[in-house]
């Protein structure tokens, strides 16, 4: 058994092999079937953001890229499913799609985006202008365009 390194490549290759392992990572088991946590995902399988003066939020974040029923949990559906995104030549945009989309339904709205923005370390230095004609252009005057991949 492999626990996957951070300076791993990740190929198709060794996410089927970690995927044949995921109940190795799963820490809660919900009506006979085993399901990761953000923080089994983040921490134990991409063994990102370990060191005790961790955010949680930041793993919270990153873990629900996977949990698309928005549950809290990843199930091994899931976590399948995000090895077929990770395939595809526009991985980077679906992943940060589903990133922005934290309620699962498919857009993205303007509290959704702002929420995100403002956890970011870059926003906390330089504030973003969530008045920009950027953000007028994507949510519209009133921001209540929502946008979809």
């Known amino acids: 058994m492999r626990v996957h ?8 290759k060794n996410l089927k092999t970690s995927l044949k392992s995921n109940c190795v990572y799963a820490s809660v088991e ?16 991409l063994g990102l953001h370990r060191d005790e003066n961790y955010n949680p939020q930041t793993v919270k974040l990153l873990g629900s890229i996977l949990d698309t029923s928005k549950d809290g949990l990843i199930s091994f559906l899931e976590f399948q ?14 992943t940060a799609f589903q ?4 309620n699962g339904s498919g857009t993205i709205s303007f ?21 920009s004609e950027f953000l007028r252009l994507h949510f519209g005057g009133d921001k209540k365009k929502r946008n979809q991949l």
């Open 5 to 12: 390194n951070t300076q791993d490549e990740l190929t198709p």
């Open 30 to 45: 919900k009506n006979g079937e085993q399901f990761m946590t953000p923080d089994d995902f983040v921490q134990r399988f």
């Open 81 to 94: 499913a995000f090895e077929a995104v990770l395939c595809r030549p526009d991985a980077l945009y679906i």
């Open 99 to 102: 990133l922005f989309d934290t």
């Open 111 to 131: 509290d959704e985006f702002e929420e995100i923005i403002k956890h970011t370390t870059l926003h906390e230095q330089i504030p973003f202008n969530f008045g």
